[in-house]
């Protein structure tokens, strides 16, 4: 049972319910929820958003093919990863897994949850080692193991089969972060898995492809059990009504949003050969997302000079298997222009 993997005491828990869950409609007097009735925004503002957030859940439907009750939305896909944390590891006694390199709020929330956190590197080609993960899976029996595809900062998706070969082996719950997926055209998702294995859960955000990192929207996406719990757990009102309109909006808009995508590709192709060549750029990493992993002869030499440039890359030199190494996110034809022009002058320096 889904539910046995959970801490217990959620199970029992009695949530947050407010006056609005006892109907459904719209009322003419609203005096349950102590909002100031004055609307200074002009825009509704001055009462609560929707906890559920319907509307936007029922359009993500529509666009992304996400059933809305697979959903539970997030501020930010953070707030998700820390409430799966809260949800199924206890304190002082579980653990969770991941495989590095990798994002590294995963290890964050588990800490900060006083969750203990087991390594597994992926192999010298930054793939997933199927085998030690099984093994480690048997040996400390995790309660949740993550998987980011496409890998942040590595920039490859992970195949499907592989995913699900670790998913339907580990019997407890596996997370498919999915944030870059959008950037990989032959990307096949983890929820395609989910009707035969419901502990899977699928993370996305609004912050990458949708252009949207400020208005804090991530989505989970699971079985019902997981999302009825989720529910159980989430603050009421963790989506503001701007962050649910400007998701709406974004979806509505995806077809004008189109062109940004193969931009973003093409920069990308570009990036990628002009990196190649400089000599001081012993290797550029493949990706499948929109930022390209490069390994240079002295990262933090490189990293120190660009930022003298006024350009800021992330030095991912200090996380196994990626000794002197920085990430660049693709950034607009003019920002990339930008980086490649400092880079061309640090290669004169170094030759004269
Ligand atoms: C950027 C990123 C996210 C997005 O987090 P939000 O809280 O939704 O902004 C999630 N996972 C990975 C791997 C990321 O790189």
Redesign the pocket.
């Known amino acids: 049972m889904l539910e046995d993997l959970m801490r217990p005491h959620i199970l029992t828990l009695e949530s947050y319910t407010s006056a609005r869950d006892d109907f459904s409609g719209s009322a003419d007097v609203y005096l349950d929820a102590n909002e100031n009735w004055m609307d200074f925004s002009g825009d509704g503002k001055n009462r609560y958003p929707d906890p559920h957030c319907a509307a936007l859940r029922r359009k993500i439907e529509e666009v992304l093919g996400f059933k809305m009750e697979n959903t539970v939305l ?8 820390d409430m799966l944390i809260r949800l199924f590891a206890d304190p002082g006694k579980d653990c969770i897994m991941i495989e590095r390199p ?2 590294g ?1 995963y290890k964050v929330f588990a800490e900060i949850n006083n969750v203990r956190v087991v390594n597994v590197m992926l192999s010298e080609d930054l793939d997933l080692d199927v085998k030690a993960i099984k093994m480690e899976i048997d040996n400390s029996r995790p309660k949740i193991l993550f998987i ?1 595809s496409p ?2 900062p590595t920039g490859k998706s992970f195949s499907i089969s592989k995913i699900r070969e670790i998913a339907d082996y580990n019997p407890a719950i596996t997370v498919v ?1 999915e ?2 997926a959008d950037f990989d055209q032959s990307f096949v998702s983890a929820y395609s898995l989910l009707e035969r294995n419901e502990r899977i859960v699928v ?1 996305r ?4 492809y949708w252009a949207l ?1 400020s208005s ?3 989505i989970l996406v699971a079985s019902q059990p997981i999302i009825r719990a989720i529910n159980k757990i989430k603050a009421p009102y963790n989506l503001s009504i701007s962050a649910q309109r400007d998701g709406i909006k974004a979806l509505e808009e995806r077809e004008q949003r189109k062109a940004i995508l193969s931009d973003i590709l093409n920069e990308r192709a570009r990036l990628y050969k002009a990196l190649s060549a400089f000599s001081f750029v012993r290797w550029v990493y493949p990706s499948d997302a929109n930022f390209i992993l490069i390994k240079v002869d002295d990262a933090d030499g490189l990293y120190a000079y660009l930022m003298k440039e006024g350009i800021i890359v992330r030095n991912r030199s200090r996380e196994p298997l990626l000794d002197n190494t920085l990430r660049i996110t693709v950034g607009s034809k003019a920002e990339n222009d930008a980086l490649l022009e400092a880079l061309s002058e640090r290669e004169k320096s170094l030759v004269s």
């Open positions: 997030g501020n930010g896909s953070d707030e998700l990863i990798t994002y709020e980011c890998n942040n972060d944030a870059y993370l955000t609004f912050s990458k990192a804090r929207i991530g």
